[in-house]
């Protein structure tokens, strides 16, 4: 008798199919094609030549301050000798930095105070003359900077506060209010109205609506005008040339063009070029510390709820 088993299918589990893997040295990050980098090349070179336009003076200038020259403090081998030379020269290098700070400061601060106020008052509120007065504001910007300063050297003697650092800054601050102005009115118009009337309705006064509503939101802008008030006063040369007498209350610009032909003529270009350095480096930390805040504020209008 023969005995018929019937077995069970076996069933055999199919590979998983398999993943086709680049080859190596051939990966591409998820997103970038050929065409992407075909066409982004030329602005890649575009903003490379023009960093290297604007770096290159820089740079050149940095090694060239510590670098040996003759006829400068430091003829043999590379060290800080022309740093040392602009330290004491005259007042000393301390002296005309501080007047610097004095005046950049004071005019960054009596910048941002008029010209918060006059874009509020120009951007929020409806007055007789409005649009006149704001036009008459910018007109300051089509009069030439230097047909000005004579008769604002008389008018600050008459005054009292000639030949002084304070009288510097006012013209400074003057002469960035038409932008300021025009700027911050531009920010204010960015927000909405009805933030104010919400403000209003809670029982905030105008001042109150400005300085815990509009403020914040006008942040960027502010940092913008600040920083475009600092770089105009540290790197201005002709009003303290012309409202300067004293060699005490010098700015560093004026005092390093002085110290250029302080030995019978002879341009020290090393003591130049380091002074240059000195110029230039709070100029590059500020901006590069506020680039963001400096985008924004040109962009003029980002609201924060």
């Known amino acids: 008798m023969t005995v018929l088993s ?15 893997t680049a080859p190596p040295g051939r990966s591409r990050p998820p997103g970038v094609t050929i065409a992407g980098i075909a ?4 602005y890649w070179v575009f903003t490379a030549a023009l960093a290297l336009i604007f770096l290159a003076p820089l740079v050149w200038t940095a090694v060239a301050s510590v ?3 003759p006829g ?4 043999d081998g590379w060290g800080f000798g022309n740093y040392q030379t ?22 960054v601060a009596l910048t941002l105070l008029t010209s ?27 009069v030439p900077y230097a047909t000005l300063l004579i008769p604002l050297y008389v008018l600050l003697n008459q005054v009292g506060l000639q030949n002084s650092l304070v009288g510097v800054a006012l013209v400074l601050t003057m002469f960035q209010l038409p932008f300021s102005t025009f700027l911050m009115r531009i920010s204010f118009e960015a927000v909405p109205r009805e933030l104010d009337e919400a403000a209003m309705v809670d029982g905030c006064s105008s ?35 012309i409202l300067i007498n004293d060699t005490e209350r010098m700015t560093l610009p004026l005092a390093v063009s002085n110290l250029r032909g302080q030995v019978q003529g002879v341009v020290d270009y090393g003591a130049t070029e380091a002074g240059v350095v000195v110029l230039a480096l709070p100029c ?4 590069l510390l506020l680039q963001r805040h400096y985008v924004q504020g040109f962009m003029s209008g980002a609201l924060k709820g």
């Open 6 to 20: 019937r077995s069970h299918p076996t069933t055999v589990a199919e590979p998983p199919p398999s993943t086709p």
């Open 86 to 107: 602009l330290a004491t020269y005259q007042a000393g290098i301390w002296r005309y930095l501080g007047n610097s700070v004095f005046v950049s400061l004071l005019t």
């Open 67 to 69: 670098s040996p020259q």
């Open 284 to 287: 590059i930390v500020l901006f």
């Open 39 to 42: 066409l982004r090349t030329p």
């Open 116 to 142: 918060l106020l006059g874009g509020y008052a120009f951007a929020r509120f409806r007055f007789p003359g409005r649009n006149i007065l704001f036009l008459l504001t910018l007109a300051i910007l089509m």
């Open 207 to 241: 001042f109150s609506v400005l300085w815990r509503v509009l403020l914040p939101a006008v942040k960027p802008g502010l940092i913008t005008v600040g920083l475009f008030a600092f770089l105009a006063a540290w790197n201005d040369f002709m009003a303290p040339l």
């Open 72 to 75: 400068t403090n430091q003829v």
